[in-house]
């Protein structure tokens, strides 16, 4: 069984590089059997959110794996129509009964968009009061996690934004890093967009280490310092993401590697007010009932 490198966060906590998210597995039958295959694997990190609506699921699944809980990482992340304060309080203690946890490793806020601050003083108390080991933000660019980090009193000890071949995301990634901001990469594989998986450039460098398209991928999002939470339903694919600690891509395959940057998002804009509108608008007006 793989074991998986950590990397220590800004308060000290240790936390895998390496993950297992479960984005788009709504069905909770389906994400359980999947986190079950995962933590049986040997990941350890597991990732989810209440967006996701299979975080009782994913309880299941940590319940009936007999893996102590100390040796588990499980995040899960607040979503925007409990952005205040009071709202936040009362999500966080829903998360963690819908997990069937007493604590968790780490829970971020997913998105930048109402009252960020009530909600992260509601996680800093969580977190002071052990209910949480850490806590960082998801979807935050360089300003807004600077206007965090000036307001509060806790620093974030994650951010977690999409970053992959298509959307390297160069800037905001050094900006967090030096920060001391550990950044964690969404959506790695881009879901697949522009036939990522059959791209020759990246095709050429895995025949060279004798590694799949999806395994030099997470390779190089590992050696730019970024942790990583692919998702797969496939036992077999779960193995094969596992498998990048034994390889590394030289300065010239990173360097061939940057030049596959498209430079924009692979989903949406998140600061395009129309779009922000659509997808984020409903839960939004929440706050005001």
């Not at 788009?24 to 389906?30: A, G």
């Not at 203690?93 to 009530?118: I, V």
């Not at 395009?272 to 509108?277: F, G, L, Q, R, S």
Request: charged share 25%.
């Amino acid at each position: 069984m793989t074991t998986i490198p950590t990397v220590k966060l800004n308060n000290g906590v240790e936390m895998p590089q390496l993950g297992f998210g479960v984005f788009q597995v709504p069905d909770l039958s389906e994400c359980e059997a999947a986190v079950t295959e995962a933590l049986n694997a040997g990941y350890r990190l597991i990732d989810t959110a209440t967006a996701y609506q299979n975080e009782a699921a994913v309880g299941r699944a940590i319940k009936k794996s007999g893996i102590k809980r100390e040796d588990l990482f499980i995040t899960s992340k607040l979503w925007v129509s409990d952005f205040t304060y009071d709202r936040a309080k009362k999500g966080i203690d829903a998360s963690l009964e819908r997990l069937g946890l007493d604590y968790l490793d780490l829970y971020l806020l997913h998105q930048p968009y109402g009252d960020t601050m009530g909600a992260w003083r509601a996680l800093e108390e969580a977190y002071h009061a052990g209910k949480i080991r850490a806590i960082g933000v998801s979807n935050f660019y360089a300003d807004q996690l600077k206007n965090l980090e000036l307001t509060m009193t806790v620093k974030p000890v994650i951010n977690q934004i999409e970053v992959n071949p298509w959307y390297q995301q160069s800037t905001e990634v050094a900006f967090n890093q030096g920060e001391d901001v550990r950044v964690e990469a969404w959506a790695p594989f881009a879901e697949g967009k522009h036939s990522i998986f059959t791209d020759p450039t990246i095709a050429k460098i895995a025949q060279a280490h004798g590694k799949t398209v999806g395994q030099v991928i997470l390779r190089w999002l590992l050696q730019r310092g970024i942790t990583v939470i692919p998702k797969s339903v496939h036992p077999a694919r779960m193995v094969e993401n596992m498998a990048v600690f034994d390889f590394e891509l030289s300065d010239v395959e990173m360097q061939t590697m940057a030049g596959l940057d498209r430079h924009e998002s692979q989903f949406f804009d998140h600061r395009d007010p129309v779009t922000i509108e659509q997808i984020f608008g409903s839960s939004l007006k929440k706050l005001k009932e």
